[in-house]
T-cell receptor
Framework: GAVVSQHPSWVICKSGTSVKIECRSL??????MFWYRQFPKQSLMLMAT?????????EQGVEKDKFLINHASLTLSTLTVTSAHPEDSSFYIC????????????FGPGTRLTVL | AQKITQTQPGMFVQEKEAVTLDCTYD???????LFWYKQPSSGEMIFLIY??????QNATEGRYSLNFQKARKSANLVISASQLGDSAMYFC?????????????FGTGTKLQVIP
């Protein structure tokens, strides 16, 4: 089956630093990847849709200058949380849509970010 | 208005019994897809089942079946013969439109606990 990896799986950083999270489709090409965040005991909220070779589309209320998304290749999208603050602490999950035409989103295992 | 509503924050079920997790949705788009995902405590999102708005028959995948009542806009998940490993959060989700790149909206989830 299609596999999506995320790195790191967890990260602790100091307030004010930037953190980069990678999302990779391991055995398929993904022209579209999605980034979600999930607060404890809450649902997944879509942050942005990332398309290979073009700018990401951000959902309303998501600061694009704070959450930088780069989708430089068909197998890799990165989310950089710039100048992280404690309120950015969350579980970040990516999903990838196969370029072959399947309608299914394949989810990564998630990255737990804790900002001190 | 909420697009996806899951009214059961938590459910208990006896092992080997069947359980129904409720989901109602709201959309004016005639083309949409409904999903159920399982999220164990480890955090990864596991795809369970999909129902398209034009599908005539209810979707089934092993022990999972989706009770699709289009007129009532409900898409309940039925898990038969519950197992201890079924204990997890369950999310109902909807994609308005049938194209894979279109965004998916998640409900608030139901925490299912299977009792031995």
């Amino acid at each position: 089956g299609a596999v999506v990896s995320q790195h790191p799986s967890w990260v602790i950083c100091k307030s004010g630093t930037s953190v980069k999270i990678e999302c990779r489709s391991l055995d398929f090409q993904a022209t579209t990847m999605f980034w979600y965040r999930q607060f404890p005991k809450q649902s997944l909220m879509l942050m942005a849709t990332s398309n290979e070779g073009s700018k990401a589309t951000y959902e309303q209320g998501v600061e694009k200058d704070k959450f930088l998304i780069n989708h430089a290749s068909l197998t890799l999208s990165t989310l950089t949380v710039t100048s992280a603050h404690p309120e950015d602490s969350s579980f970040y999950i990516c999903s990838a849509l196969a370029s072959s035409g399947s309608d299914e989103q394949f989810f990564g295992p998630g990255t737990r970010l804790t900002v001190l | 208005a909420q697009k996806i509503t899951q009214t059961q924050p938590g459910m208990f079920v006896q092992e080997k019994e069947a359980v129904t997790l409720d989901c109602t949705y709201d959309t004016s788009d005639p083309s949409y897809g409904l999903f159920w995902y399982k999220q164990p405590s480890s955090g990864e999102m596991i795809f369970l089942i999909y129902q398209g708005s034009y599908d005539q028959q209810n979707a089934t995948e092993g022990r999972y079946s989706l009770n699709f009542q289009k007129a009532r806009k409900s898409a309940n998940l039925v898990i038969s013969a519950s197992q201890l490993g079924d204990s997890a959060m369950y999310f109902c989700a909807m994609r308005e439109g049938l194209e894979g790149y279109q965004k998916v909206t998640f409900g608030t989830g139901t925490k299912l606990q299977v009792i031995p």
